[in-house]
């Protein structure tokens, strides 16, 4: 891996960045009807995306370090595997919204983005690379059937 940095870590320090933007940033609030409705139904997806995905890992007895996905003993392709090869970080990225919508500053969609910017390029694209490396064709054929994100 090129970072160790756990995406834990990662998903803390781009909300903390998007507190501090919507504190500090004098423009950009919104508000609409339906915001606490919207925010519990991506909570609720989020909760069971990653309920699913941790589910499908402890049931296959394989590992879910994301610092370290050499140690993978199975590849993991049913279930939500079948829609997004990262369920997790989508919905960490999904919580990172609901955290967006209710400090109400359109400006952390940017950061959001940036959250997706920032996994691509230190977090998935080297565990890629090492799940290339241990599962070789069968993970490449899976990297054309299902999409990174979703």
């Known amino acids: 891996m090129e970072l160790k940095i756990p995406p834990a870590v ?53 590992t879910i370090d994301p610092t370290a996905p050499s140690k993978a003993s199975r590849l993991v392709q049913g279930g939500i595997f079948a829609y997004s090869r990262n369920p997790m970080y989508l919905a960490l990225l999904m919580v990172l919204l609901v955290w967006g919508i209710w400090l109400g500053n359109a400006f952390n969609t940017l950061l959001a983005a940036g959250f997706v910017a920032y996994m691509n390029r230190f977090q998935i ?26």
Not at 17 to 27: G, K, Q, R, T
Request: with cysteine; glycine share 6%; charged share 15%.
């Open 10 to 62: 990662i998903f803390l320090v781009f909300a903390g960045l998007m507190y501090l933007l919507a504190s500090f940033l004098p423009f950009g609030y919104f508000d609409f009807f339906g915001r606490y409705y919207l925010m519990g139904v991506l909570l609720f997806f989020a909760a069971i995306v990653a309920a699913w995905a941790l589910f499908q890992f402890f049931r296959l007895r394989t």
């Open 125 to 150: 694209i080297p565990e890629e690379t090492a799940l290339l490396e241990l599962f070789g064709k069968e993970y490449r054929q899976y990297c054309l059937n299902v999409r990174r994100w979703f």
